[in-house]
């Protein structure tokens, strides 16, 4: 006999887990990486410092929409939050430093 209300879904499991909290993380990346050649091409080179203020509302949309992220993650919210914003993060400086330097 099932336990389990109409209406509900089975748990994911840990290789769904997996590839959509990867693919939730690559597009963390992607989403900074755009962020930070924008930065790149419009801020002077000399104003390294203000490279922060173009993180904050990509930092804030990481915290405004974090509750429905972790399901991504299989719930856990410290994993969630460190996997994006990492990811945010090194594809911010990634292409901040590809677009001034190469």
Same mark, same amino acid.
């Given at each position: ?6 209406g @509900? ?6 290789? @769904? ?6 693919a ?5 990346a =992607? ?8 930065a =790149?091409?419009?801020?002077p @080179?000399?104003? +390294?410092?203000w490279?922060? $203020?173009?993180m904050?509302? $990509? #930092?804030? $949309?990481?915290?405004?929409?974090l509750?429905? $992220?972790? @399901?991504? +993650?299989?719930?856990?919210?410290? =994993?969630?939050? #460190?996997?994006?914003?990492?990811a ?6 990634? =292409?901040?430093?590809?677009?001034r330097?190469?």
């Amino acid at each position: 006999m099932d336990n389990q209300p109409p209406g @509900s879904r089975e748990p994911p499991t840990d290789a @769904s887990v997996n590839w959509r909290s990867g693919a939730a993380t690559v597009v963390a990346a =992607a989403l900074g990486a755009v962020a930070g050649a924008i930065a =790149a091409a419009k801020l002077p @080179s000399h104003k +390294f410092a203000w490279t922060g $203020l173009f993180m904050v509302p $990509l #930092f804030a $949309l990481l915290e405004v929409s974090l509750k429905h $992220l972790v @399901s991504l +993650f299989g719930g856990d919210q410290n =994993a969630a939050r #460190f996997a994006l914003a990492g990811a945010l993060v090194a594809g911010f400086y990634g =292409a901040w430093f590809g677009v001034r330097y190469l």
